[in-house]
């Protein structure tokens, strides 16, 4: 209990950069980078590892690092990976540890769609959803795990367990409305036209109605997302001639590459 309070006043409230809005906050930004250093091997452990090839992770990690150089948050360091599984998913760890699927990858077309879903996740870390979503939803005993040695805590949830349980983590629906708009400004930012996330959206959307993937099952679908999507790049009037698209890039970087 003494170090629950030592945690909450330490990290106490927060303002969401995504937002504007100041939210309950019991990890501070330094136990973000500890947890995402701590359960980064494990994610990748349990999701087949990483794809191994390093001109395909290169390529990802350069697109993914375009956007995080335009975020609000230039304190953590980004690390985009590529992973053996073949669901079509990806997601995030606290301080900027993000990672995307065999199964994304090969339902991906452009260079821009690829850039949207990690804008998308870079989001979720800037805003420190993941954090937020391990207090709310998991709670203490998580909390204690992630800032605690298992050797010197009997109730400490196993490395595997609490990897397990941030995978399943589901992020509410104004969450993922927010991620999504705000992913859109950091496209633009990073030179990519925004159209790229609202083809991702559309595709996933027609997916999920065959089978149900998991990119959908933790990231819940906000009603009419394609359309508030295409209301924001056209309310904000972003200048489209000279965003990139990269399809051939994409192909040859990515597709042709795990064919």
Do not use: W
């Not at 053996?84 to 760890?93: P, Y």
């Not at 992630?146 to 589901?170: C, F, N, P, W, Y």
């Not at 109605?209 to 904000?236: C, D, G, W």
Request: net charge negative.
């Amino acid at each position: 209990m003494i170090l629950v309070l030592i945690l909450s006043l330490a990290a106490g409230c927060a303002t969401n950069p995504i937002t504007g809005k100041t939210e309950l906050m019991l990890i501070s930004e330094e136990q973000d980078i500890e947890i995402g250093k701590k359960y980064a091997p494990e994610i990748e452990k349990q999701m087949g590892g990483r794809i191994q090839d390093e001109v395909l992770q290169n390529y990802i990690n350069s697109v993914g690092r375009k956007i995080a150089r335009v975020s609000h948050n230039q304190s953590f360091k980004y690390t985009f990976t590529a992973l053996q599984d073949k669901s079509v998913n990806a997601f995030a760890l606290p301080a900027g540890y993000i990672f995307i699927t065999k199964g994304m990858l090969q339902s991906l077309q452009t260079e821009a769609q690829l850039a949207g879903i990690l804008a998308h996740e870079i989001t979720h870390v800037v805003a420190r959803d993941v954090a937020n979503a391990m207090s709310n939803q998991i709670g203490i005993e998580l909390l204690l795990s992630a800032v605690t040695s298992e050797e010197t805590s009997k109730t400490a949830l196993t490395i595997a367990q609490v990897g397990t349980r941030i995978m399943s983590l589901r992020f509410s629906r104004q969450d993922e409305k927010d991620a999504d708009l705000g992913g859109l400004d950091y496209m633009i930012a990073a030179g990519y036209n925004p159209y790229g996330l609202v083809e991702c959206m559309d595709m996933l959307a027609a997916q999920n109605e065959q089978s149900p993937i998991e990119f959908l099952s933790t990231h819940p679908v906000p009603e009419n997302r394609s359309a508030y999507l295409k209301q924001s790049i056209m309310t904000k009037q972003f200048s489209l001639p000279n965003t990139k698209i990269g399809k051939e890039e994409y192909k040859t970087a990515v597709l042709s590459r795990l064919n």
